[in-house]
């Protein structure tokens, strides 16, 4: 098929990512990211929240490893391969496998790993996953990768943002929150990669339209997964 040199930027890219900067149901101004940032959630939500979430996180290094195995592109494959060393071991930033990362910090809101791993997911999460993996086998590589740019390619602020909240109000320790001091770095690499295939891959119209409606699904789950906190207690905590 047809593709471009990467770094050609075309207008099919630029307008996929201006279409992803003004959808309305972006996570930095999610209503969780929200409460973390102002300090208004509770314990109780916030473990509620890092074991549902962790349902996604747990599944991230399997799809990563498949979006390197489906690549037939030799010149992308290679940054799959280091977004597939970070994701699983902690290559790059030299730390950890991200889902060990990740139960670090569910143990700081207080969720034991078989808390993560024993519970069933609401249906936020577990539409999240299914989809995610879904696209792997029945969409073109190239297009089943395109919504990696609506994750990772708006996730640095947010994480920042959550950073900052868990460590001002709820007292967690850099240490604790490794899952984050490594994503808001890792997450821009990994989003360049994406912005690498779009660059490459999206050159007319009609796969314009395709990766909106995967980018617009992508952004809409990965909402609704973060609406999951809701489904636990309410109350304000106590000042």
């Known amino acids: 098929m047809e593709t471009r040199p990467i770094g050609m930027q075309s207008t099919y890219a630029r307008e996929l990512k201006e279409y992803i900067k003004r959808y309305p149901y972006r996570m930095f ?47 992308i494959k290679p940054w799959l391969a280091e977004v597939m060393a970070e994701e699983t071991e902690g290559m790059q930033s030299g730390s950890a496998g991200h889902y060990q990362l990740y139960i670090k910090l569910a143990r700081a809101l207080g969720a034991s790993r078989d808390e993560l791993e024993d519970s069933e997911p609401l249906p ?3 539409a999240h996953v299914y989809w995610a993996e879904l696209i792997l086998h029945t969409e073109p590589w190239f297009l089943a990768l395109t919504p990696q740019l609506a994750s990772e390619g708006q996730n640095s602020p947010t994480v920042r943002r959550l950073y900052d909240g868990f ?73």
Not at 36 to 51: D, M, S, Y
Request: proline share 4%; net charge negative.
């Open 167 to 239: 460590k001002q109000h709820y007292g967690l320790s850099d240490d604790e929150l490794e899952f984050y001091g490594v994503h808001e770095e890792a997450d821009k690499d990994h989003g360049n990669a994406a912005e690498a295939i779009v660059d490459k891959y999206i050159v007319n119209e009609q796969l314009l339209e395709q990766a909106k409606a995967l980018v617009k699904r992508k952004l809409d789950l990965h909402y609704q997964m973060r609406d999951c906190y809701r489904a636990f207690s309410q109350r304000v905590p106590a000042q």
């Open 29 to 75: 101004n999610h209503p969780f990211v929200d409460g973390v940032a102002e300090g208004t959630l509770t314990r109780e939500q916030l473990k509620g929240w890092v074991i549902q979430e962790g349902h996604y996180r747990r599944a991230v290094p399997r799809l990563a490893t498949l979006r390197f195995v489906i690549c037939t592109d030799p010149e």
């Open 124 to 126: 936020g999460p577990a």
